[in-house]
């Protein structure tokens, strides 16, 4: 019984693993076809890699939602880091419900009720105060972080709760102020969820389509935008092949995080 229990559970997971990443190898294998059909394969070529490089179009687009998931996820773990500490180290006050709400809010909200909100808000401010001039960059940066910030506080305000408070204590009873017992000894200590609520914030800043199509303007197309209004009408090799880099790229950045990770354990 306990040898057809063990042989269910290996069965199960790897049909789990195999759901969540065959598409992602047929998608890297299919890059280097030498057809543009992705249901053939008719021979080995990096003729689509090349292509990619002469679609400016769609290299544009991936720089800026590079640039912008950087800009965002770090923005999100500066706000979020200071949320998430408040959160778990100087509540309940008054108005805590509200302040748990409010932060919380990006979490449970669908994104196209955010995305409308925040652009009513945009439009509202340009009207009083002329800033921003028009949807770009600081817009679809804006609404990122607004999505991001909810789910950097979750990380951080956990991580902060398990921390063993008597370290932060023995530092104040030595003379240590609270700004300084916060950079020396508990930023360094939840260091590695930072990292890990980066890269969380930096995949949802990436990943987003919804937000950053109430937000964006004229010129500012990003890569999940524009890689959703090529695929209405056929999926391109030349998609498969920047979503190959995209997928080395993190993964590198991944690995990289993970060993942080393990040497700061």
């Keep these: 019984m306990k040898a057809h229990g063990s042989w269910f559970k290996w069965l199960a997971l790897g049909l789990g693993f195999a759901f969540l990443y065959i598409p992602i190898i047929s998608l890297v294998v299919f890059s280097f076809n030498d057809s543009a059909l992705s249901s053939s394969w008719s021979g080995f070529s990096f003729k689509w890699y090349k292509s990619l490089m002469e679609d400016q179009a769609l290299l544009n687009a991936a720089w800026l939602s590079f640039k912008i998931a950087v800009m965002s996820a770090t923005m999100a773990v500066i706000v979020g880091t200071w949320a998430g500490y408040v ?23 669908p994104d196209v009720i955010l995305g409308i909100s925040l652009l009513l808000m945009i439009i509202e401010l340009r009207n009083i105060t002329g800033f921003p001039e028009s949807n770009g960059v600081f817009t679809i940066w804006l609404g990122h972080v607004t999505l991001c910030v909810a789910y950097v506080s979750v990380v951080v305000s956990t991580r902060v709760r398990e921390l063993d408070r008597s370290l932060e204590e023995a530092a104040l009873d030595l003379g ?46 990003t890569l999940p935008i524009e890689v959703f209004s090529r695929v209405r009408l056929g999926i391109k090799p030349e998609v498969n092949a920047l979503a190959t880099i995209f997928i080395v790229v993190v993964g590198t950045i991944v690995i990289v995080a993970n060993r942080f990770q393990d040497k700061n354990k």
């Design 87 to 109: 959160l778990a180290r100087k509540g309940p006050f008054k108005g805590f419900s509200l302040y748990i709400g409010m932060l919380n809010a990006p979490l449970v909200i």
């Design 176 to 221: 240590a102020t609270p700004r300084r017992v916060f950079f020396s000894i508990t930023l360094p200590l939840i260091a590695p969820a930072l990292v890990s609520a980066w890269l969380l914030a930096f995949t949802l800043s990436l990943d987003d389509v919804v937000i950053a199509s109430f937000l964006n303007g004229p010129g500012f197309t």
